[in-house]
């Protein structure tokens, strides 16, 4: 990794100009062609400096106002079955398992953004209802605090 490989991390990580051609408008800022800003950011994400190159959308800005976070009592031994099932559902953006407390039976855990409370409501009951499992809760999240990534 150069200089130039810094400046170009440095230049991404708060993400990409919404332009046609993004990268080639990129490259004319750093003084690089488009095809050397992208050969860059191939060469950092085979490397694994950049684990990530995806699109993230500002939620709240296209109406979704309402966050929950479904935990599931399930079956040890059905957790992955159940799990391919809830993740499959459009609505969920997260879907992982974790282990069981004395004091919290949840091992499956699945994250669903909507428009509302009563929205995220009625994706549990869609989800309680393909997988069979009754017991769950449904978190809503009450404050956002941080959203942001690794910064160099």
């Given amino acids: 990794m150069d200089e130039l490989d810094i400046r170009l991390l440095r230049a991404v990580q708060d993400g990409l100009k919404l332009t046609k051609q993004p990268y080639q408008d990129l490259g004319v800022e ?3 062609s488009e095809d050397e800003v992208i050969q860059r950011l191939r060469a950092l994400v085979g490397e694994g ?3 990530r190159f995806a699109a993230a959308i500002g939620h709240r800005a296209l109406g979704i106002a309402a966050n929950a ?7 040890s031994q059905d957790v992955e079955r ?6 499959s559902f459009e609505d969920v953006t997260h879907c ?4 069981v407390q004395p004091e919290w039976p949840y091992n499956l855990y699945a994250m669903v953004h909507s428009r509302s409370r009563e929205e ?3 994706i549990a009951s869609e989800i309680a ?24």
């Fill in 30 to 32: 750093m003084g690089m």
């Fill in 49 to 51: 400096v950049i684990r």
């Fill in 69 to 75: 976070m479904i935990v599931w009592k399930v079956p």
């Fill in 82 to 87: 159940i799990g391919r099932i809830v993740a």
């Fill in 96 to 99: 992982y398992e974790r282990a």
């Fill in 120 to 122: 995220c409501m009625r």
């Fill in 129 to 152: 209802r393909a997988t069979g499992v009754e017991e769950f809760k449904v978190l809503f999240s009450e404050a956002e605090y941080k959203k942001t990534s690794a910064r160099i």
